[in-house]
């Protein structure tokens, strides 16, 4: 035990050397992963420019997270590296990224671990539990069909705006109060969404804007599959936005959100999810 602890401290004083950022705080996780490239792939998916860095020890199986508390916090750190197929003390990794590992990096999954994550999430819960629940992805999606709107009256001001609302919506997902469902879905999309909200963000030109809302569709689509919202969303597409595009919305009724006023009933409703 004394040696595991001098191991643990000699590796975090020379990390917490050699990484410093603005606002830095340090913590320290368990990560499962033990194969010769763990260190390159854990370290990779957690590391973010001036941001935040990772340094894992293969043989501790400790992850000691570095990173700027104003842009950015342990849990979206350990989220990535989940999504990079390596479970942890907060998320568990998506079984389909585990399943992209190396045969020679598909470490032995903790059981009990698994199961106590999995009875959390599906033991039964209060009612005011279950909302919270349910309003994690709500944001998500309420936050989606504001935007839909503001390119449906090709408001600028108003796009901008919930761009902005969307990309928050999505980083204000608390996991631990998702159901077992709607966290594994979650952890599937998450990756793209942020992604592509990231690039919205950057994005000004309103035409490509909505080019990047249109790449939204399909992991929207996925996740409306799965998320018990209880209300009817319509699946839609425009046949003629970038060979064909798609959208989600709340209304039947179709108002287009990749040309608005030009040509606003332009599409049709291709899936109903109830």
């Not at 399943?99 to 199961?115: G, H």
């Not at 819960?125 to 309003?135: A, F, K, P, R, Y």
């Not at 929207?220 to 209880?230: P, S």
Request: charged share 25%; with cysteine; glycine share 4%.
């Amino acid at each position: 035990m004394k040696k595991y602890s001098f191991l643990v401290i000699g590796s975090f004083l020379a990390f917490t050397a050699n990484a410093q950022f603005k606002n830095q705080e340090t913590k320290q996780f368990q990560v499962k992963g033990n194969c010769v490239n763990a260190k390159e792939l854990i370290e990779k998916a957690g590391n973010q420019p001036r941001i935040s860095k990772v340094d894992f020890d293969a043989s501790t199986q400790i992850a000691l997270i570095t990173y700027n508390k104003a842009k950015t916090n342990s849990n979206e750190i350990l989220k990535k590296v989940a999504l990079a197929g390596f479970d942890n003390a907060e998320y568990m990794a998506p079984d389909e990224a585990y399943a992209k590992l190396e045969k020679d990096c598909q470490y032995s999954r903790d059981k009990k671990m698994t199961m106590n994550h999995k009875e959390m999430n599906n033991s039964n819960h209060t009612s005011n539990e279950s909302s919270q629940q349910q309003n994690q992805l709500s944001l998500v999606f309420d936050a989606y069909f504001s935007l839909k709107d503001a390119f449906v009256k090709t408001n600028e001001s108003e796009i901008s705006k919930q761009i902005t609302a969307f990309s928050k919506s999505i980083s204000a997902v608390e996991m631990g109060k998702l159901s077992h469902e709607s966290h594994t879905i979650w952890m599937e999309v998450f990756k793209d969404l942020e992604t592509t909200s990231k690039q919205l963000v950057q994005e000004k030109n309103i035409d490509k804007q909505r080019a990047f809302f249109a790449k939204l569709s399909s992991p929207m689509y996925k996740l409306a599959q799965k998320a018990n919202l209880g209300y009817t969303i319509y699946y839609q597409n425009c046949p003629m936005f970038n060979g064909g595009s798609n959208w989600l919305s709340k209304d039947s009724d179709i108002k287009n959100p990749f040309y608005g006023n030009i040509m606003l009933t332009c599409g049709g409703t291709i899936e109903t999810l109830k």
